[in-house]
């Protein structure tokens, strides 16, 4: 079965730090480019930032530039979200998505696979 | 920054009646548009890729059409499960962008 599986959100101090991991399985992780997708409580979707197959490009909205860094480990297919300098309006449910297998820095394919996503909530 | 303006926000409608949701954005994608559908407590699922294509498994009810600026989602007769908030998503330019939503109540 195609899964990803997010872990490692939780309440968090305003200036805290947190890292959210993404599991995949059942599906070839080193292919695709992989992103996070946000969504604050009762709103709609934020894309957070993308990574493409080897690591080497990472994009991001600018929201959480120079705060937040996305990596992956194609060894234990594994992504991360290293999230520094929380604020309150980084409260959301954090998701991990799969993207296309051929993208561009600017453009890419669909979100075809979605984790069940991890709550992260910024507050003192 | 691409903005994606859905229309409606909401509507009412019954079980099997045509539904047809718009997406405008403010910028020509080609036909780098997505629809998801979200149900409470969810996570997003693909319905539409590139404008037109049915993501594999979804029901041949649901179609997009559209390229450039203007797209639409068709439900051609909803049905109970279809009740939902649908997002529109382009992936031409980052920062990929979602519509506001649009959500399908029943009348």
């Known amino acids: 079965e195609v899964q990803l599986v997010e872990s490692g959100g939780g309440l968090v101090q305003p200036g805290g730090s947190l890292r959210l991991s993404c599991a995949a399985s059942?599906?070839?992780?080193?292919?695709?480019?992989m992103s996070w997708v946000r969504q604050a409580p009762g709103k709609g979707l934020e894309w957070v930032a993308n990574?493409?197959?080897?690591?080497?490009?990472?994009y991001y909205v600018d929201s959480v530039k120079g705060r937040f860094t996305i990596s992956r480990d194609n060894a234990k297919n594994s992504m991360y979200l290293q999230m520094n300098s929380l604020r309150a309006e980084d409260t959301a449910v954090y998701y991990c998505?799969?993207?296309?297998?051929?993208?561009?820095?600017?453009?890419?394919?669909?979100?075809?696979?979605w984790g069940q996503g991890t709550m992260v909530t910024v507050s003192s | 920054d691409i903005q994606m303006t859905q229309s409606p926000s909401s509507l009412s409608a019954s079980g099997g009646d045509r539904v047809t949701i718009t997406c405008r954005a403010s910028q020509n994608i080609s036909s780098y548009l997505n629809w998801y559908q979200q149900k409470p407590g969810k996570a997003p699922k693909l319905l539409i890729y590139a404008a037109s294509s049915l993501q594999s498994g979804v029901p041949s009810r649901f179609s997009g059409s559209g390229s450039g600026t203007d797209f639409t989602l068709t439900i051609s007769s909803l049905q109970p499960e279809d009740f939902a908030i649908y997002y529109c998503q382009q992936s031409y330019s980052t920062p990929w962008t979602f519509g506001q939503g649009t959500k399908v109540e029943i009348k």
């Open positions: 990574i493409n197959q080897d690591g080497s490009g990472k």
């Open positions: 998505a799969r993207g296309g297998r051929y993208c561009s820095s600017t453009s890419c394919a669909a979100f075809d696979i």
């Open positions: 059942g599906l070839t992780f080193r292919f695709y480019w």
